[in-house]
């Protein structure tokens, strides 16, 4: 292989800065406390009998009848048969061109594989052109659920008129200089105002609370044989995820400046018990850059179709940012579930097994991997290595500035 001198050195730097890390890891408990992603989400995990965060087993299918002779019922202690004849209000959803048919179609099997089959709950599928009679047959054939397609309202998707194009190409043209990822797309900035504003107000998800979002091209990785939508609704939850990770700052240069002036404008909105510390390592005056990774989403439509979330979108999307700058659902939701509802709402569904390329959540204790019939290595995660890596370098600017 030729490698050019550049190329040498960068490789030579990446060797000595991975090295340290690992080291810095096994040497200091601060930094390795620091860089730990699982301290991070801490508040939310789960899956061991300490945790009360753990799916409780009463979701779970009681096991099979014995063979023994006992007049026994096979059901453990405390099983509630009724949560296994109850279904939630909820369904599956995937915003998709007819272009991703392929990608979604992979996406869907493995849902229903892993999870739906089991429970029959439907799907709707959106795009703001019409869905294409071939993308409808070959997603209707994937399961015995109602599914659904719908068009989304030219309202809903492309740039309002208020928006100054002149301002918003201006960005997108820097963003490109900069070789900021989608910087110079308009339908991928549509896409994010779509997802953080609209899309609960479709008339094809109006009859429904729950959701479980599904992009094309992912995967799952374990059997999922618990109702996550009925621990959503029992438990009182507003938000499940399985990832988290830190935003791209060029793309939201002004977004944490609004949510402090919101704060201020509307303090009735932020909620006893949030999980500010969630987003911020200072109390609010900076974003830490953490969010939710919402391309997997499983979480309460009526809390977006609610008064604090109606009002934060609304001066969000006053402010222009989706299109000034580039605004992503991700960051967006997960501010507003972080703000305006308790941390103990927020779910860490640790059991679901889930990977959008280029990171995958694997199930962390070995029963939960089992139970699963996971398909994914716990041990290559590299999710996590990369994003305790960008931690390290964050402890290590944080030690000196304090130095
Ligand atoms: N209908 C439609 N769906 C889109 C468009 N752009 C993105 N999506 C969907 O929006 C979701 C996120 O887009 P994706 O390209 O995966 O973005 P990424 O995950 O941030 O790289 C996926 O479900 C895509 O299928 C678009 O222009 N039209
Ligand atoms: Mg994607």
């Given at each position: 292989m030729n490698v050019s001198p550049v190329g040498r050195y960068i490789i030579l730097v990446l060797v000595i800065l991975i090295g340290l890390h690992s080291l810095l890891s096994f040497t200091h408990e601060g930094y390795n406390s620091a860089t730990s992603i699982s301290s991070l989400t801490s508040q939310w995990r789960g899956s061991t009998p300490s945790n009360p965060n753990a799916i409780p087993e009463d979701y779970y299918p009681p096991p099979p009848p014995s063979?023994?002779?006992?007049?026994?019922?096979?059901l453990g202690a405390g099983t509630d048969l009724g949560i296994h004849q109850r279904k939630a209000n909820a369904t599956f959803v995937m915003l998709a061109r007819n272009s991703d048919i392929d990608g979604a179609v992979r996406s869907m099997r493995e849902a229903e594989d892993r999870f739906n089959k089991k429970f029959g709950y439907p799907w709707v599928f959106l795009n703001e052109e019409p869905f294409t009679d071939e993308f409808k047959k070959r997603i209707s054939v994937l399961t015995d659920a109602p599914v659904h397609f719908g068009q989304i309202p030219a309202s809903h998707w492309y740039q309002p008129s208020w928006i100054d194009e002149d301002r918003a190409a201006a960005s997108r043209n820097a963003m490109v200089s900069e070789n900021v990822?989608?910087?110079?797309?308009v339908s991928y900035r549509n896409m994010c105002r779509f997802n953080s504003g609209f899309f609960f107000k479709h008339d094809l998800l109006q009859p429904f609370r729950y959701y479980w979002r599904v992009e094309p091209?992912?995967?799952?990785?374990?059997?999922?044989?618990?109702?996550p939508f009925l621990f959503m609704q029992d438990q009182q939850k507003i938000y499940g995820f399985t990832i988290t990770m830190y935003e791209y700052e060029r793309t939201i240069t002004t977004l944490w400046d609004a949510v402090k002036d919101f704060m201020k404008d509307?303090?009735?909105?932020?909620?006893?018990?949030?999980?500010?510390n969630f987003l911020s390592?200072?109390?609010?005056?900076?974003?830490?850059?953490?969010?939710?990774?919402?391309?997997?989403e499983i979480a309460d439509m009526d809390f977006w179709r609610g008064e604090a979330y109606s009002a934060f979108f609304d001066y969000l999307d006053k402010r222009g940012g989706f299109y000034y700058e580039r605004w992503g659902d991700a960051p967006v939701h997960s501010i507003a579930a972080a703000l305006f509802a308790?941390?103990?709402?927020i779910h860490f569904f640790n059991e679901i097994g889930y990977e959008h390329n280029p990171y995958t959540h694997c199930p962390q204790g070995d029963e939960t991997w089992k139970r699963g019939k996971c398909s994914c290595d716990q041990g290559r995660s590299f999710g996590e290595f990369f994003s305790s890596f960008v931690l390290g370098f964050k402890w290590v600017l944080d030690e000196l500035g304090r130095g």
């Amino acid at each position: 292989m030729n490698v050019s001198p550049v190329g040498r050195y960068i490789i030579l730097v990446l060797v000595i800065l991975i090295g340290l890390h690992s080291l810095l890891s096994f040497t200091h408990e601060g930094y390795n406390s620091a860089t730990s992603i699982s301290s991070l989400t801490s508040q939310w995990r789960g899956s061991t009998p300490s945790n009360p965060n753990a799916i409780p087993e009463d979701y779970y299918p009681p096991p099979p009848p014995s063979n023994s002779s006992q007049t026994d019922t096979g059901l453990g202690a405390g099983t509630d048969l009724g949560i296994h004849q109850r279904k939630a209000n909820a369904t599956f959803v995937m915003l998709a061109r007819n272009s991703d048919i392929d990608g979604a179609v992979r996406s869907m099997r493995e849902a229903e594989d892993r999870f739906n089959k089991k429970f029959g709950y439907p799907w709707v599928f959106l795009n703001e052109e019409p869905f294409t009679d071939e993308f409808k047959k070959r997603i209707s054939v994937l399961t015995d659920a109602p599914v659904h397609f719908g068009q989304i309202p030219a309202s809903h998707w492309y740039q309002p008129s208020w928006i100054d194009e002149d301002r918003a190409a201006a960005s997108r043209n820097a963003m490109v200089s900069e070789n900021v990822i989608y910087g110079g797309s308009v339908s991928y900035r549509n896409m994010c105002r779509f997802n953080s504003g609209f899309f609960f107000k479709h008339d094809l998800l109006q009859p429904f609370r729950y959701y479980w979002r599904v992009e094309p091209d992912v995967h799952f990785h374990c059997d999922v044989d618990f109702d996550p939508f009925l621990f959503m609704q029992d438990q009182q939850k507003i938000y499940g995820f399985t990832i988290t990770m830190y935003e791209y700052e060029r793309t939201i240069t002004t977004l944490w400046d609004a949510v402090k002036d919101f704060m201020k404008d509307y303090p009735q909105y932020v909620s006893p018990g949030n999980a500010m510390n969630f987003l911020s390592d200072n109390g609010g005056s900076r974003y830490n850059l953490c969010h939710f990774w919402s391309n997997f989403e499983i979480a309460d439509m009526d809390f977006w179709r609610g008064e604090a979330y109606s009002a934060f979108f609304d001066y969000l999307d006053k402010r222009g940012g989706f299109y000034y700058e580039r605004w992503g659902d991700a960051p967006v939701h997960s501010i507003a579930a972080a703000l305006f509802a308790r941390s103990d709402q927020i779910h860490f569904f640790n059991e679901i097994g889930y990977e959008h390329n280029p990171y995958t959540h694997c199930p962390q204790g070995d029963e939960t991997w089992k139970r699963g019939k996971c398909s994914c290595d716990q041990g290559r995660s590299f999710g996590e290595f990369f994003s305790s890596f960008v931690l390290g370098f964050k402890w290590v600017l944080d030690e000196l500035g304090r130095g």
